[in-house]
């Protein structure tokens, strides 16, 4: 379904990701966990191609394309794989002056050029599945962080994409609100969307990935099913960084229970 191999992104002399080689497949969801600076968010741009690789090639279904340093790749072919992505961001982004149901049409009307009706019941479709559709004329403004992110998710699928990509999507989020979220992408995992997720909350990876890959340094420390890479990871740094998630979601469990 998706397959990156050798990816290379360079940023002036910083090089950031340094060939990284992964295949995801169809129904699958991935886990991206790692340090901050590791390279996850900057993988998962490089899906979309919100950030264009330096070099390596990238497949998602059919469609490939090869980078090379210095050599941008033609629009149209950026286009192609864009449109069979869809992306949720940690800060939600969603606009300001539309309503829930109108971020969730924005996209089918003013791209795919649907009648407003057919956007319309689309998007309060997909309101209820994320369980958003009682604020579907609700300005962002007066929902909560948790949802403003389970409206940005449904927009996310109102294009009908092919994999589903989430940048940190409860980072920003107090464990209460955040538990709302992972429970939309939980649901969305047993329905076999395909997603993968740069996230440092353990609960969230735990819950709905099938696999794993750590990321630091910008290289593919390990990568393997998901419940063995967080119970019994092989590689010494990989233990390190799963005992501190694991402190961590104590520690936010603790502080639940006060």
Do not use: Y
Request: hydrophobic share 40%; net charge neutral.
């Amino acid at each position: 379904m998706i397959g990156l191999e050798n990816i290379v992104k360079n940023f002036g002399d910083l090089t950031v990701l340094k060939g990284v080689t992964l295949a995801m497949n169809e129904g699958s969801v991935t886990a991206l966990v790692g340090p901050s600076g590791g390279g996850k968010s900057t993988l998962l741009r490089c899906i979309n191609l919100l950030e264009i690789p330096t070099s390596g090639e990238l497949r998602i279904g059919n469609d490939r394309i090869d980078f090379q340093p210095g050599k941008r790749p033609a629009t149209a072919d950026i286009q192609r794989i864009r449109r069979q992505t869809g992306m949720v961001f940690q800060n939600f982004q969603l606009f300001p002056h539309r309503t829930a149901i109108e971020n969730v049409m924005e996209g089918p009307v003013a791209v795919l050029k649907w009648p407003v009706a057919r956007a319309r019941e689309h998007a309060m479709m997909l309101l209820e599945k994320v369980g958003m559709a009682h604020k579907a004329d609700a300005w962002p403004s007066t929902l909560s962080g948790g949802q403003q992110q389970r409206v940005a998710i449904a927009r996310a699928l109102a294009m009908s994409p092919k994999v589903l990509l989430c940048d940190e999507p409860t980072s920003a989020l107090d464990p209460e609100l955040a538990q709302e979220v992972v429970d939309v992408l939980s649901k969305l995992a047993s329905e076999g969307t395909t997603m993968v997720i740069a996230t440092h909350d353990l609960r969230l990876a735990k819950t709905t990935a099938h696999e794993a890959v750590f990321l630091d340094g910008g290289v593919v420390v390990e990568k393997g099913p998901a419940r063995q890479l967080f119970s019994n990871p092989e590689h010494e740094r990989t233990k390190r960084f799963i005992a501190t998630l694991t402190q961590e979601a104590a520690l936010v469990k603790e502080g639940e229970g006060i």
